[in-house]
């Protein structure tokens, strides 16, 4: 990982001890500053850095002066300016109090645990569970987010696998203070709509998307390295590339990772070729590098589903990071610029269970949970859910070798889009319209979701979802499981059924991992039961949530 630390800190405050690893790549950005007043510990990029600096006169060598000057004129929220990826740790010695924070949407997650006279806090689950063992701890299975593993497929809120170690809970920052640790808000999403016109709308959109992109992409620059970015066969990925190039940063090395021959590559490829970028493709043929279990649950801690960090995984460790800037993506921007509810009434779905989850299977076993987070409606509830608990967890792979950003991360741009009617974004509509009006080359290549174009010209409406004509005998024939979109087939974005169902190999490793590790639930019998039926009598998806599950029982029970 690229930048660690561990705080092991006094309920008195009278004392701590802080361990910090730093692979020097963004080194400029990173702090570790002490004084006879202030301690101040940043890891990750602070992509507005220069106006930050700039806002206080300070010159660029100053940044760890900056957390300061923060602090002493706006207080314990000091961090709140700061746009990029980011978590830090801030200590007033003369007020005795301790400040540990993460970036507005939770990209870098921070733990925090106690253990007799200790409070304990890092950004590194593993090494934090290593630490507090080497301290006498003990680790136990949390029985409900084991659920969640089998269900949503990743913790939330404040929950990990582990009873013991606590998140903390995305918008929120801790205070220890007077012996008491506390969490406080600092950032909440809202929807407070505004009335505006279609073209106004597309034009703020645009102008905030390119600063992101902007400030983004010369933090690259600022320490001469190689832009660097995923691209696949969706709309999220494909805009942040695109539009990138249009501004000037054409220099690029784009990478992709899919099954050989599905349209992720086809597009990929072509878009690299037209845009004239080097471009690497990982095949992901065989599922083969699902075999990767106990190495990725290391860098998670089996807080979310192995698989969705093991293809990413399978690319990355080969490549050469010393000389390629921040991994720029497409993250969330389905999530954010676009919206599966057509108003903002909760009327529309009262029932919060299983929205985002991979599996329904188990629900029932955590129908009881109530939520803590005040996320307002359905639409805000899913954007932190499903979103910033459950796709941000895997990012988690990608940390290892360097810092990784999407420009629809931006606050200024999420707080606008946000603000916008729903049934603007709603299915995609005023994300297409931004496409089609502002960069109309983008739209003439397939969209993978929809399989046709974004300017395709005929679409007809289905249930109330608008599918392009040509795409409807397929839909039919795919829900029949005859498709050759089918789950059993290879042409899928994760065809896990087909790799398990043709990869006698990887069957049987999955199979054998099953059966040497299912005993360590023996304490569990209904956890165990289910685990069992899911196995033995579901998809390959909810194999792998199982195998998931066993794998980070093995960290925990080591």
Same mark, same amino acid.
């Given at each position: ?46 992509? *507005?850095?220069?106006?930050? %600096?700039? &806002? @206080?006169?300070?010159? /660029?060598? !100053? ?6 000057? +923060? ?51 890092? *950004?590194?689950?593993?090494? %934090?569970? &290593? @630490?507090?063992?080497? /301290?006498? !701890? ?6 409900? +987010? ?413």
């Amino acid at each position: 990982m690229l930048s660690t630390f561990i705080l092991e800190i006094s309920k008195t405050l009278t004392d701590y001890n802080f361990i910090h690893k730093d692979d020097n790549k963004f080194e400029g950005d990173n702090v570790d500053y002490n004084n006879s007043e202030y301690f101040v510990m940043f890891c990750g990029v602070s992509l *507005n850095k220069k106006d930050l %600096l700039c &806002k @206080y006169g300070l010159d /660029k060598d !100053s940044w760890s002066r900056y957390f300061i000057n +923060s602090y002493e004129k706006e207080g314990e929220t000091f961090f709140y300016e700061i746009k990029g990826t980011f978590c830090g740790a801030f200590y007033d010695k003369v007020q005795k109090k301790w400040i540990l924070f993460s970036d507005h949407i939770g990209s870098k997650a921070v733990y925090y645990a106690e253990y007799k006279d200790y409070y304990f806090i890092s *950004n590194n689950y593993v090494d %934090l569970m &290593k @630490y507090m063992r080497e /301290k006498g !701890s003990s680790f136990t299975l949390n029985e409900f +987010s084991a659920y969640l593993l089998l269900t949503y497929g990743y913790t939330f809120e404040e929950l990990t696998i582990t009873n013991e170690i606590k998140r903390i809970m995305i918008g929120k920052y801790v205070v220890i203070e007077n012996s008491r640790l506390l969490m406080k808000d600092f950032y909440k999403l809202k929807e407070n709509h505004i009335k505006i016109e279609e073209n106004d709308a597309i034009k703020e959109i645009d102008k905030r998307f390119r600063h992101a992109l902007k400030q983004a992409f010369e933090k690259d620059n600022e320490y001469g390295y190689k832009h660097v970015a995923n691209l696949s066969g969706g709309l999220d990925s494909r805009m942040t590339v695109w539009v990138a190039h249009e501004i000037g940063y054409t220099n690029q090395l784009n990478i992709t990772f899919s099954q050989s021959g599905y349209l992720d590559e086809k597009i990929a490829r072509a878009i690299a070729v037209d845009l004239k970028h080097e471009w690497i493709f990982k095949a992901l043929d065989n599922g083969s590098f699902l075999t990767d279990v106990d190495n990725v649950t290391k860098i998670t801690g089996g807080n979310v589903l192995y698989y969705g960090l093991a293809h990413g995984l399978s690319l990355y460790k080969y490549l050469n990071w010393k000389n390629l800037g921040i991994l720029h993506s497409g993250q969330l921007g389905d999530v954010i610029l676009s919206s599966s509810f057509s108003s903002d009434n909760d009327d529309e779905n009262k029932n919060r269970l299983g929205l985002g989850a991979y599996s329904t299977a188990l629900l029932d076993r955590v129908s009881d949970y109530e939520f803590r987070g005040d996320y307002g409606n359905l639409d805000i509830f899913k954007i932190f859910i499903r979103g910033f608990y459950g796709a941000n967890q895997g990012l988690k792979d990608i940390m290892r070798f360097t810092e990784t950003y999407s420009p629809f991360y931006d606050i200024d741009f999420m707080d606008f889009v946000l603000s916008l009617p729903v049934k603007m974004r709603y299915n995609h509509y005023i994300y297409k319209k931004w496409i089609l009006k502002e960069y109309p080359q983008a739209a003439s290549y397939i969209w993978e979701k929809e399989k046709v174009p974004v300017n395709y010209p005929f679409w007809i409406n289905l249930g109330g979802r608008k599918l392009p004509l040509k795409e409807i005998p397929v839909k039919i024939l795919s829900r029949l499981g005859i498709s050759k979109y089918g789950a059993n087939n290879k042409n899928n974005m994760n065809p896990l059924d087909y790799w398990y169902r043709t990869n006698n190999d990887l069957t049987f490793f999955l199979d054998t991992y099953f059966n040497d590790n299912i005993g360590l639930l023996s304490a569990y019998p209904e956890l165990k039961h289910d685990c069992e039926n899911l196995y033995f009598n579901h998809t390959a998806t909810e194999k792998n949530q199982v195998i998931s599950l066993l794998s980070a029982c093995k960290i925990i029970m080591e």
